[in-house]
Structures are given as C-alpha cells and as structure tokens.
C-alpha cells in the first residue's frame, strides 16, 4: 500500500493533514478520508497522521492503525486513534476515533509495527486534566466494520 497525504501549508512551516489516500499496488485508492470531516467537534489545532501495521497478539499483520495527533501551542498533544483492515478489495474504518496514544502498544514483528497485547487488547493513555487515564479495549479485527463488536472498552 502506498498513503498518501494531502497537507496545508503553514506560514511558519510544516502543514495539517487535510486528507489521508491510500492506493494499492495497482495504484487504485482503497481508502479515502476527509480529516477535517474525522476531526470534527475535536479540538483543532495542526494535525499529523502516522499509520502503522497493526498485528494481532499472535503477531499476524491484520490491519492498520492510523494515529491522528492534534497539537496546540502551549497544550498537550491529542491523540485519537483509528483501525483501518483491509475488505472487499480495500480499506475500511473498523472503529470511529479512539482517544488515546500508541505509547502503550508493543512493537510487532516488522520495523515500526505495533502489536496488540495478550487478549488482543488495545491499551491506550489518554490525558485528562494532567493525568494519564488507561483505557483499555478488545479488540475483533476480524468483525464487521463498525459493528460494536469491532472494539468494546474494558471497564476497570
């Protein structure tokens, strides 16, 4: 897969992330996202978009996991997290955006992978008001995309 993304430019440098494309090896798009629309009621702020390989805990490459950080001057950073597997032919959203970093996930087994933990779950930090709440989800990257079965939060 190839991603693409389409950024503004800032006066000072660097850009936001408008819009993530990703084309498969026939070049054909596969996934297409507005991130302003995915952003929005968030607060805003300069938005950088990472993506990963993303394995189960037995290691197997099974999706992608898009990080969304949001930085403002003088804030902390916001994370939210997004899994995107491959259906019918292209890339769908499995999940709506998750709060939280990807600090918490180990590395998988190829170079700038994660992995999901014992139980496949998604352990993800989430700052609230200075402190690091640990959010804790399942997660079924084999479910139906956007069915609740797709990810359910583990409650403490």
């Known amino acids: ?28 798009v596969v996934y297409d996202e507005d991130v302003d629309a995915l952003m929005a009621g968030r607060p805003a702020g300069v938005v950088e978009m990472a993506a990963h390989v ?9 999706a992608f996991l898009f990080a969304y950080t949001s930085r403002r001057q003088g ?3 916001a994370v939210a997290l997004r899994i995107v597997a491959p259906r019918e032919g292209g890339l769908v959203a499995l999940t709506p955006l998750l709060d939280g ?10 170079e700038g992978s994660l992995r999901l933990h014992a139980g496949n779950q998604l352990i993800a ?3 609230r008001n200075s402190v690091e709440e640990i959010v804790r989800y399942r997660v079924d990257l084999e479910c139906d995309p956007g069915t609740p079965a797709c990810f ?3 409650d403490r």
Request: net charge positive.
């Open 1 to 28: 897969y190839v991603f693409q993304t389409a950024r503004t430019t800032m006066s000072y440098g660097g850009g936001t992330v408008k819009r993530v494309r990703v084309q498969d090896d026939l070049d054909r």
């Open 54 to 62: 993303f394995e189960d805990h037995g290691k197997r490459p099974r």
């Open 75 to 77: 804030e902390r950073p």
């Open 101 to 110: 970093s990807t600090s918490r996930l180990p590395a998988g087994s190829q």
């Open 125 to 127: 930090g989430v700052w």
């Open 152 to 154: 359910q939060r583990i």
